[in-house]
Structure formats: structure tokens, C-alpha cells
């Protein structure tokens, strides 16, 4: 089910990685936790710093707590 916040959809795969990118681990990490090679997860990321309009992982991880995705 896709994840709707300030009018910017998240599929499944995109919000499991940015819960994941949330975390400690790093980006090779978080491709073999999805199942997914390294460039996929950088696909994901490029594509969310796009779309979210932010410049970094930590720009990702203020989005995600700021609408909900990752809770504290």
C-alpha cells in the first residue's frame, strides 16, 4: 500500500528503504536486507532525493520523522 505524505507518494520498496536508510546501516546493508544490489538502493535514493528535495541521507531521515514514515 503506498505511503502518501505532503502530497508525495512512497511505494512499498521506497518506504522500506528510507525506514531502512534511517538506521545505522549502511547502504551495501540495506540492499542485502531488501534482496537488492547495491545500485538498486542507490536508484532508491537518488530518485527520493529528487523527489523529497533534499541534499542528503540525513535530509531523508528529518522527512521520514517529520511525516510519520519513522518514528522515534
Given at each position: 500500500m503506498p505511503v502518501q505524505r505532503n502530497s508525495v507518494k512512497l511505494n512499498q520498496r521506497e518506504t522500506q528503504f528510507l525506514q531502512l536508510a534511517c538506521s545505522e546501516l549502511t547502504y551495501v546493508q540495506?540492499?542485502?536486507?531488501?534482496?537488492?544490489?547495491?545500485?538498486?538502493?542507490?536508484g532508491y535514493r537518488e530518485s527520493l532525493f529528487d523527489r523529497l528535495q533534499v541534499k542528503s541521507r540525513v535530509g531523508l531521515a528529518l522527512w521520514a520523522v517529520r511525516t510519520g514514515v519513522v518514528a522515534l
Amino acid at each position: 500500500m503506498p505511503v502518501q505524505r505532503n502530497s508525495v507518494k512512497l511505494n512499498q520498496r521506497e518506504t522500506q528503504f528510507l525506514q531502512l536508510a534511517c538506521s545505522e546501516l549502511t547502504y551495501v546493508q540495506i540492499a542485502d536486507q531488501m534482496c537488492v544490489s547495491p545500485r538498486t538502493v542507490d536508484g532508491y535514493r537518488e530518485s527520493l532525493f529528487d523527489r523529497l528535495q533534499v541534499k542528503s541521507r540525513v535530509g531523508l531521515a528529518l522527512w521520514a520523522v517529520r511525516t510519520g514514515v519513522v518514528a522515534l
